[in-house]
């Protein structure tokens, strides 16, 4: 088994807790707080226009729901260890059906087989008659709770895809249905954690139910499913000015492979959560107020948890170099073509709805070479030439403020025309002395739905580097800056009490939070590179894809239930203890004193693997005389 390395996955917490108000120096605790003093407040407080009363703070809705389901199937069970045991007994309360395993021959379309990891071989997995491919055959996903590199590499056999290096607490194995392509199969499982522990948490079986609902009506919409290959990821299309050529194009289209976020804010694994806590802030009105606070852990109040999935889908193509004296087709290389989606939405997995809570403002993607055996960069003028990994097209492009927004993006592939009896024709894969060759262009596209939001292209095409940043359009600047400015916030969350960024309670603007930016975000892209002849040798290139998050919060301090005499004790931070959430109902507090903003940033690094050998490299050969 490959042991994962430190630094390969980390999930890289970075608080920034900045002041809004320029005019405030002063900071209570670790609370952002926001203006300026009581002797800055002008007459116009009390001034309806410009009062915000009666808008609440931010509340998201949970998207948690994981009742027992029968359109789930029969869940199969196989034996479990005490490990696992835990986490088997919540995926069970999501089926109304459950029976034990006994044998393949049991096995049944509309079944889920869920297996215990420790238990699983690699050979289970990887054989064409064991017990993965039978149950594949028999149109049953597979369920894996703890799935290591050994596991994974053995199901590439039978699912062809991208690696996730590390230990999972889950996997689940989606089998193509018949007359499908290989495309249409996928593995989804959680990012990788050191700790090797099994774990299920509510977002996990939200995305296992999602996965499943969304494979049974795709079986059962059309059981017999006639035997033609789904289109290939991305909307592609080959064009030429020879429409025949486009039948040489040679290409190994691979399954989906699906990553999830864990979203746990248990004390003994927290995972990317944001924290929803409460601290003492100062006293005022009279009694003692509290504020936001970034400890690690709430007290009271569970963490918030953002929802995220990452999907990539790989396509392999032949390509070979023309040689600039001859004329004539040289060097095959492998085009590696990623297709990734992401899934995100800031709102915790859990059933208990927080006010003052995180919404998503900034995104950023990069998907770039990490193997240092890779031959990075194209030079034909170089002694001796070199022809390694070179970029060739990737999408989105940038947009400003699109509502809906198509990129589509064309590179040119050199396909082998083979020779039969002295003439062309057939689809062939020699290349050599005198063989001919054709031109042939690939489109992708793209598609992504962003209202008040934006996407900026930053990818650096030299050293292959692809990336992107999708942001909320208000209140970040063109520039993508992530500071947390007061100017730039103009009345984007505050209605300013006469100075500018003071701000009473009853101020607090969270109406104007985009749609988006705390709902489900799906955003779109694609890349395209060029490995070049020298990396023919490599069986595998190693990849490492980043997400970096940003998220905003912005609220209003709360009055406690608790006069100002004596120490405000913890257990006084409960709930129960502090007054009402409504921002409008705090306007004792003083201006500048009673808001505050804070961000958040929250890294994922996800290392893959992209196994090349499912699509040969051929070898040189004389077309006949």
């Known amino acids: 088994m490959i042991m994962m390395h430190p630094s390969l996955y980390t999930t890289r917490p970075c608080w920034k807790i900045a002041s809004i108000a320029l005019a405030c120096a002063s900071m209570f605790s670790l609370l952002a707080s926001c203006g300026g003093s009581e002797e800055s407040v002008m007459a116009d407080d009390d001034d309806p226009s410009v009062l915000s009363a009666g808008l609440p703070p931010l509340s998201l809705p949970s998207i948690s729901d994981n009742a027992p389901n029968a359109k789930l199937g029969r869940l199969v069970v196989g034996s479990f260890s005490t490990t696992g045991k835990d986490a088997l007994a919540k995926v069970s309360e999501l089926f109304v059906q459950q029976v034990p395993y006994t044998d393949t021959n ?164 927290n995972f990317n959560c944001l924290s929803r806590d409460w601290t003492p802030y100062a006293s005022g009105g009279g009694r003692h107020y509290v504020g936001y606070s970034n400890r690690a852990h709430s007290t009271y109040v569970q963490a918030q948890c953002p929802s995220q999935q990452w999907n990539f889908a790989p396509v392999l193509y032949l390509t070979y170099r023309v040689d600039d004296t001859t004329g004539l087709l040289a060097d095959p290389s492998r085009v590696v073509y990623v297709e990734m989606s992401a899934s995100l939405d800031p709102r915790t997995a859990d059933k208990n709805g927080d006010q003052y809570a995180w919404y998503q403002t900034r995104h950023q993607f990069d998907l770039r070479p990490d193997d240092s055996k890779l031959v990075v960069g194209d030079d034909s003028s170089a002694s001796p030439p070199k022809h390694g990994f070179s970029w060739l097209a990737n999408a989105p492009t940038t947009q400003n403020g699109s509502t809906t927004k198509t990129d589509g993006v064309t590179w040119g592939l050199n396909v082998s025309l083979a020779f039969t009896g002295g003439t062309q024709g057939g689809k ?33 095409s030299v050293n292959g580097v692809w990336s992107f940043d999708t942001q909320q359009a208000m209140p970040y600047a063109v520039n993508g800056a992530t500071g947390a400015d007061c100017a730039a916030m103009g009345n984007f969350l505050f209605q300013w009490s006469g100075t500018h960024c003071s701000a009473l309670p009853q101020h607090v603007r969270t109406d104007t939070i985009k749609d988006l930016s705390y709902n489900t975000m799906t955003l779109n892209g694609l890349s395209a590179w060029d490995l070049g002849s020298d990396n023919n040798k490599l069986n595998s290139v190693n990849l490492k894809f980043t997400s970096t998050s940003w998220f905003d919060a912005a609220g209003c301090a709360r009055l406690t239930k608790q006069s100002k005499g004596g120490t405000l004790g913890v257990d006084q931070l409960d709930p129960k203890y502090v007054k009402s959430a409504n921002c409008a109902s705090n306007q004792s507090l003083p201006p500048g004193k009673g808001t505050w903003y804070v961000r958040a940033e929250r890294q994922t690094v996800i290392p893959l693997t992209l196994p090349l050998t499912s699509l040969e490299i051929p070898k040189p050969t004389s077309p006949p005389a």
């Open 428 to 460: 062939g894969s020699a290349y050599g002395t005198g063989t001919l060759g054709g031109s042939v262009s690939v489109t992708h596209s793209t598609t992504n739905t962003i209202p008040d939001w934006k996407i900026l292209d930053n990818t650096d």
């Open 106 to 269: 049991a096995l049944q379309p509309g079944d889920v087989l869920v297996l215990d990891g420790s238990s699983v071989t690699p050979d289970d997995l990887a054989g064409s008659n064991k017990l993965a491919a039978r149950a594949h055959a028999a149109q049953v996903p597979i369920l894996i709770l703890g799935f290591d590199d050994a596991l994974e590499e053995a199901a590439n056999k039978l699912i062809p895809t991208v690696n996730v290096t590390g230990f999972s607490s889950m996997s689940l194995l989606l089998p193509a249905l018949p007359g499908e392509d290989v495309s249409a199969a996928s593995v989804l499982l959680t990012l990788p954690q050191e700790d090797r522990q099994v774990i299920m948490t509510e977002s996990m079986l939200s995305s296992i139910s999602s996965e499943l609902l969304a494979f049974h009506a795709r079986r059962e919409s059309n059981p017999k499913l006639v035997a033609k290959a789904d289109p290939p990821p991305g909307n592609s299309d080959c064009t030429s000015n020879d429409p025949t050529h486009c039948e040489y194009v040679q290409k190994r289209v691979l399954g989906n492979k699906k990553v999830i976020d864990i979203n746990s804010d248990s004390r003994k694994a």
